[in-house]
């Protein structure tokens, strides 16, 4: 299996900007499908963006397009989620996932998590 490490959040004002990164290890970055979702308090998991295992491919929330940015390096087995234009209602848990058979948009649809990274924008 593969384990998954985030950081980079924090706290940020309003149209401030924060990267996360994600940290795999364990197997083959290169062979996983990556996503980053989220989670606000009394709210479900929603999925943000996705990218597929070479980058070609990426996908977003329409609530984020435009303003976050996946990506990876493989060669350094890390996925990075730069976002800008932060807005209150982006605070939530990010939490990074992996998946080899799909790059998905559900939270069912990647296997592997990690712990999440607590992101708080002020207004």
């Known amino acids: 299996q593969v384990q998954l490490v985030e950081s980079g959040g924090g706290l940020v004002q309003a149209g401030g900007s924060l990267r996360l990164s994600c940290a795999a290890s364990g197997r083959t970055f290169s062979n996983y499908a990556m996503g980053w979702f989220r989670q606000a308090p009394g709210k479900v998991r929603e999925f943000v963006a996705s990218i597929s295992w070479s980058g070609g491919g990426t996908y977003y929330a329409d609530s984020v397009k435009g303003r976050f940015t996946i990506s990876r390096d493989n060669a350094k087995n890390t996925v990075y989620l730069q976002m800008n234009s932060l807005k209150p209602e982006d605070t939530a848990v990010y939490f990074c996932?992996?998946?080899?058979?799909?790059?998905?948009?559900?939270?069912?649809?990647?296997?592997?998590w990690g712990q999440g990274t607590q992101v708080t924008v002020s207004s």
């Open positions: 996932a992996a998946d080899q058979r799909r790059v998905g948009l559900n939270p069912y649809e990647f296997e592997f």
